[in-house]
Nanobody
């Protein structure tokens, strides 16, 4: 029912910045929590950040804390992930996700996008 489409990925040099977007359709976006995950080459999927329904509460993985900002615009049904001071280890496929339940690092959200590739060169 819920469809999520990411955009904004690409190739960036280490130290640069990037902003990812995720547009949701179907369901009720403002009723769901949002999150970003990523999967690096040869590694398991890992949690990046999550945001509450109205955007009042956010939580970040230690690996991106201080360099990333998750946000949302419920009027536009859109999630965002801004990243700066990018490192080669940030390389991977980034997925947005939503769920009516609180999203935690060890849990799998209900709805997923197809992902967008982020490559950070050294």
């Amino acid at each position: 029912q819920v469809q999520l489409v990411e955009s904004g990925g690409g190739l960036v040099q280490a130290g640069g910045s990037l902003r990812l977007s995720c547009v949701a359709s179907g369901g009720t976006f403002s009723s769901d929590n949002g999150a970003w995950f990523r999967q690096a080459p040869g590694q398991e999927r890992e949690f990046v950040a999550t945001i509450s329904r109205q955007g009042f509460r956010t939580y970040y993985a230690n690996s991106v804390k201080g360099r990333s900002t998750i946000s949302r615009d419920n009027a536009k049904n859109t999630l965002y992930l801004q990243m700066s001071s990018l490192k080669p280890e940030d390389t991977g496929v980034y997925y947005c996700a939503t769920s009516p339940y609180e999203i935690r690092p060890g849990m799998s959200p209900d709805y997923w996008g197809q992902g967008t590739q982020v490559t950070v060169s050294s």
